[in-house]
């Protein structure tokens, strides 16, 4: 069995994401809420510093020499690009990311509209906060480096806009502005191996969204997959990522965010039996020239609320 390291524990991946993976690798876990030894106490999980401490990284070195971590998934932004730096390849060990290049442009979304832009990918109109003094309303407003859905909303005019910057506590310069799109929204994972080659595509049609996707169905849709085949190929990701867009009524995909990473809509393709973590260390350095393999149309993920209590 393979052992692999996940961060992120206390997110909505687990514990489905554990139940599906558990049969066939050694699991172990961090997490910087120490609570989750008493969520989850037969894992094997370890309370790491934040992220943003300098000692996490060596943490996470710690753990791997200490168990013989095989493979490390990151599952949270702000690591992403240390992890690939600084733990890929240490003690043998492959990190599921992509390259820190691709991850940098992902997690800088201003960059990412005007590379999509050139590219001829997508496009939507946007600017950081300070560069304009007057827009059309309504607006999209989100934080031009931020994680996932934090931070993003729809302002309808300047007393909404300046009440973001107050309530949100950023600063124009920190911020970037959309033109506001209507369509249909869609999160879509894809398996991208270390040369490059789409492994797997799983398109889901979100339903409702609070922050992470709640409600959502797999779908079949040969635009979005076509779109998803140019991303790959022109920004060169060599790893897993989830493409967020809306598609217009009339067909023109207007692609918003780009997560360098499994997303929380994984589980997904993990209750088709789509194991997308296996796919891409199955293919490592392999050649895979086929058609993605792609979930059945018709899944529904419905999130729910759950209580749990344990007394210590």
């Known amino acids: 069995m393979q052992k692999i390291l996940l961060s992120g524990l206390g997110g909505s991946l687990f514990p489905y994401l554990h139940d599906k993976l558990s049969s066939k690798y050694q699991l172990y876990y961090v997490d910087s809420d120490f609570l989750l030894t008493s969520l989850y106490p037969t894992y094997s999980f370890f309370p790491a510093p934040s992220v943003g401490d300098p000692s996490y990284i060596e943490f996470i070195k710690e753990i791997i020499l200490k168990f013989g971590i095989d493979v490390y998934v990151p599952l949270i932004d702000e690591e992403l690009i240390k992890a690939k730096l600084e733990v890929d390849g240490f003690n043998n060990v492959k990190v599921l990311t992509p390259t820190p290049d691709f991850c940098e442009l992902s997690l800088n979304k201003f960059q990412l509209m005007k590379k999509l832009n050139e590219k001829g990918i997508s496009t939507i ?18 934080p031009i480096s931020g994680r996932g859905s934090r931070g993003i ?6 007393q909404q806009l300046n009440a973001y ?20 929204e869609y999160t879509i994972g894809a398996t991208v191996n270390n ?15 609070k922050g992470i996707t709640q409600i959502a169905v797999t779908e079949k849709n040969e635009f979005i997959t076509n779109l998803v ?7 060169k990701p060599c790893g897993p990522i989830n493409i967020q867009l809306f598609l217009t009524a009339d067909n023109q ?7 360098p990473r499994f997303s929380t809509t994984t589980v ?9 973590i296996g796919l891409f260390l ?4 392999i050649e895979f020239s086929q058609d993605p393999i792609q979930p059945r149309a018709g899944i529904t993920l419905h999130r729910r609320w759950e209580n749990v209590f344990y007394v210590k």
């Open 195 to 209: 040369l490059n080659n789409l492994i797997s595509v799983s398109i889901k049609r979100v339903i409702r969204k």
């Open 125 to 142: 109109n946007s600017w950081i906060g300070n560069d304009l003094s007057e827009w059309s309303f309504p607006i999209f407003v989100k």
């Open 282 to 285: 199955e293919n490592f350095n």
């Open 229 to 235: 085949k140019q991303v790959v190929k022109e920004l």
């Open 268 to 276: 997904m393709s993990y209750a088709d039996d789509i194991d997308e």
């Open 153 to 158: 909303k729809k302002i309808d005019n300047k």
């Open 253 to 259: 995909v207007k692609l918003f965010e780009i997560n």
């Open 165 to 184: 910057y107050l309530l949100e506590g950023y600063s124009p310069n920190e911020i970037l502005i959309q033109e506001f799109i209507s369509g249909t």
